[in-house]
């Protein structure tokens, strides 16, 4: 059996935007990249809906892990578990696995959850081909809703060609209970190559020299469970945690991380 070592690593690092600027926000990404070396080249925008699904009884929550759905089109299906490995300062190292939908890739999902200490018993016999049906059918529970327009600009190395960071400034939407939508910016700045992970301080510490950049050492989904467990609680105030826009205010960030940092997390 596998260990954790053994799995594919996402090394990224996660900054909130505090700015409706765009234009600027893009700008310091060209000056950043081309600064260190590299060649800023856009790469297009993705509409995205992720699902986090986990246990009755939140084995998942416990062990840190994310069992999620990606949603690309009608019925274009992406299956991700996630899994921490190691913070740093300013980025994280987890565990990930992605695949296209299909009942291999559901049924290795399984087996590595079982690997992890997570009992699933019902799974194979309950397959489907919407996962939705499926996470159902196996006693799973929907956990959280978000939808994300992604922006990607690519740091190209001049000499190779290849990608070396992917830098994603992502639009956030959260779902939550009801009609209730509040939203937020992040750039999620993700290592493509391994001996590239060390300038992720670098480009956090220049980013983060302008208040307008924010590191935040927080996940999206503990992010909107976070967001979800204030909001019910009536905790999150309009005009002073979030804006006439349901977008989320530096306040309202500030109590994201307090409780994060409590007995919550």
Avoid at 30 to 35: C, D, E, P, S, T
Avoid at 39 to 68: C, E, F, Q, W
Avoid at 210 to 232: C, H, M, Q, S
């Amino acid at each position: 059996m596998c260990t954790y070592d053994d799995l594919m690593s996402e090394v990224e690092s996660a900054i909130l935007i505090l700015t409706k600027d765009k234009d600027f926000v893009f700008q310091q990404i060209n000056n950043l990249i081309v600064r260190i070396g590299y060649n800023p080249v856009r790469d297009g925008t993705k509409n995205i809906h992720d699902i986090y699904y986990d246990t009755m009884d939140d084995s998942l929550k416990k062990k840190k892990i994310a069992l999620r759905i990606r949603v690309f089109d009608v019925n274009v299906y992406k299956i991700t578990l996630k899994a921490p490995k190691n913070i740093s300062k300013n980025y994280t190292d987890r565990i990930e696995i992605e695949k296209s939908w299909s009942k291999k890739s559901f049924s290795d999902i399984m087996t590595e959850l079982r690997s992890m200490g997570i009992k699933i018993d019902k799974d194979e016999v309950y397959y489907d081909k919407d996962p939705k049906k499926t996470f159902k059918n196996i006693g799973l529970k929907n956990i959280q809703n978000k939808q994300t327009i992604r922006e990607i600009v690519n740091a190209v190395n001049k000499d190779s060609g290849q990608v070396e960071f992917e830098f994603a400034v992502d639009d956030t939407m959260l779902l939550l209970d009801g009609d209730t939508k509040l939203s937020f910016s992040e750039l999620e700045i993700e290592s493509k190559r391994e001996r590239s992970v060390t300038k992720l301080d670098e480009f956090v510490d220049e980013l983060t020299k302008d208040p307008r950049f924010r590191f935040w050492p927080f996940n999206k989904l503990e992010t909107g469970i976070a967001v979800n467990y204030l909001f019910e609680n009536d905790l999150l105030k309009q005009n002073i945690d979030y804006d006439k826009n349901n977008t989320l205010l530096i306040e309202g960030f500030n109590k994201i991380a307090n409780l994060m940092k409590s007995e919550f997390n």
